[in-house]
């Protein structure tokens, strides 16, 4: 009877186990569930990765790398500058450091034809007198708009370079809103890294015979009827410098110390930025000092020329009318040196 109860017992017990196959269904089902859950959620983390990517990717090409300024001595870093322009691309150019000047001056003492001896060198713009429209010097906002646009290449002109520039700039007459506005302009040059070159001329007399002489050829026109301020042939030289204009005494005296007062104040209120003081009769006889002004925009040394022809030559009573009044007028004076000889050419 024992027996028969445990033979009993253990067929009931096989009868209350689940079949192995139904089990092996189940788990094969459940593995296979498992297999699509898992494929689909690659599928879709694989996705918002590959978007994550190209959105990060994307954002990676924008972004640029700084350009390195730790090989310039700390004294310089402010005057160093990487412009970023909008109106192109600067490719290789791009981390060429460019250096901000003005070239600041009178009329006729020569800026033009030192203007187109900086332009001369490959890695130079000087852009002209960007201040002769009167709108770009109207306040100090405009200045300063004009003055970004520049500085930033973004102000194209003939004077505009395909090379690598180094050095950008102006040229900025002192009655073009600047000593008006000196106080804000100072700022500006030293917050932006300006470097101002002061060109002035010592004979103030001989700058006063260009300037009347250049008024009477904007009337007159005697260049086929077209006014030039500056040439490039010997035969239009000879023939503006054919007239002789004639000064008046009276006034002769008063209009030299005006105008040696504003350059005066000039160096007075621009003293604290950093500048170079040149001088067109020092130019003229001594062409190292083309070499110092490249040092002074740091780059490299090149043989600087200019294809403009000047117009008066000669001593100066060859080229007043009235020479002999203006001659005992400075005899005596503070001024009685511009009546001698200053250079020759």
């Known amino acids: 009877m024992a027996e028969d109860h445990l033979c009993f017992f253990t067929k009931e017990s096989l009868i209350t186990k689940p079949p192995k196959k139904n089990t092996l269904v189940l788990r094969m089902v459940v593995l296979i ?61 791009a981390c060429n450091p460019v250096r ?39 306040n100090i906002s405009t200045i300063r708009e004009t003055l970004d646009k520049l500085y930033n290449l973004d102000m194209l002109t003939s004077a505009s370079k395909n090379e690598c520039t180094a050095a950008v700039g102006l040229k900025w007459m002192l009655n073009q809103g600047l000593m008006q506005n000196h106080e804000q302009i100072v700022e500006y040059f030293k917050s932006n890294g300006v470097s ?49 204009p004639t000064i008046n005494t009276t006034l002769l005296i008063p209009n030299l110390k005006q105008v040696e007062d504003l350059v005066t104040k000039s160096l007075q209120y621009f003293k604290s930025t950093r500048h170079i003081i040149l001088y067109y009769e020092d130019i003229i006889t001594n062409r ?41 007028t400075l005899k005596g004076t503070q001024y009685k040196s511009f009546l001698e000889e200053d250079y020759k050419l």
């Open 288 to 328: 190292t000092k083309l070499v110092d002004v490249q040092e002074f925009l740091k780059v490299p040394q090149r043989d600087l020329h200019s294809r403009q022809v000047k117009i008066h030559k000669g001593p100066l009573s060859s080229q007043v009318e009235n020479w002999e009044d203006v001659r005992k």
């Open 100 to 138: 901000n000047f003005a070239i600041l001056s009178t009329q006729r003492s020569g800026s033009g034809w030192f203007e187109t001896l900086l332009n001369s060198h490959i890695n130079i713009s000087s852009n002209g007198e960007i201040f002769s429209v009167k709108v770009r010097r109207s």
């Open 33 to 93: 569930f498992v297999m699509i859950c898992g494929v689909y959620i690659c599928s879709v983390c694989l996705g918002q990765f590959g978007v994550w990517s190209a959105r990060h990717s994307l954002a990676i090409n924008v972004v640029e790398r700084p350009c390195e300024v730790t090989e310039f001595e700390p004294s310089e870093q402010p005057y160093v500058h990487f412009p970023k322009p909008k109106t192109f691309s600067r490719d290789e150019c």
């Open 196 to 244: 101002a070159i002061f060109l002035f001329r010592r004979n103030l007399l001989r700058r006063m015979i260009s300037i009347l002489a250049n008024s009477y050829d904007q009337n007159a026109k005697p260049l086929n009827g077209t006014h030039k301020s500056h040439v490039h042939s010997t035969h239009e030289a000879k023939i503006l410098a054919k007239y002789k």
